[in-house]
């Protein structure tokens, strides 16, 4: 296990100056991705590469999004209550705002890539994919049009008081939880479109 544990940390070093920056381990990995699609799919690319690889953009922002709204219901909302008064104003003022930057980004580069994919060739068009994207457009109007709104004002972004803050936290809280409950049938929805009819 040391030697196992030295090779690693070996390696991992001389990448240090790309992992320890966010955006630098994401241009590393959209390079592999692009090595990958030269080496297995530079015959394809045209009209037939066009729905496979919106596809693949449509999966990596709903992992971004599905993901980040997983965190807030099962790691964020329930702790927040124990976290002590002196150390909550930083979730506040760091981890909320970045967490919903991606958390809405992701949602709507969702939607479009679903979009897109859905209006190609290689897109399965049945009842299980409709009730998935009609599930994922839901979604996504309640991160823009109830989430976001109610959290900008309890992040203090828009002009609101105590009463207000408290009343667009539960708002914003239950509509968050109806994402997370809607989230399971979606997925389900979008992962057998296309192994069952129906």
Request: charged residues 10%; glycine residues 8%; positive net charge.
């Amino acid at each position: 296990m040391v030697e196992i544990d030295e090779t690693a940390s070996n390696i991992l070093e001389k990448l240090s100056t790309i992992l320890e920056k966010p955006y630098r381990a994401l241009g590393l990995g959209a390079g592999l991705v692009f090595l990958l699609l030269l080496l297995y799919h530079l015959a394809y690319l045209g009209g037939g590469y066009f729905g496979p690889f919106f596809t693949f953009l449509h999966v990596v922002s709903g992992i971004t999004w599905i993901g980040l709204l997983y965190y807030f219901n099962l790691v964020q909302i329930p702790i927040v209550p124990n976290i002590p008064a002196e150390l909550k104003p930083a979730i506040g003022k760091y981890i909320a705002p970045e967490a919903l930057f991606w958390f809405r980004w992701s949602a709507l580069a969702t939607v479009v890539t679903g979009l897109i994919v859905f209006s190609t060739s290689s897109a399965v068009h049945n009842f299980t994919i409709i009730t998935g994207a009609i599930l994922g457009l839901i979604m996504a109007f309640n991160v823009w049009y109830i989430i976001w709104p109610n959290q900008k004002k309890v992040l203090g972004l828009v002009p609101a008081d105590d009463d207000e803050k408290a009343k667009a936290a539960r708002l914003a809280m239950l509509t968050s939880r109806t994402n997370f409950v809607l989230s399971l049938p979606m997925l389900y929805c979008m992962v057998t479109a296309r192994l069952l009819v129906g």
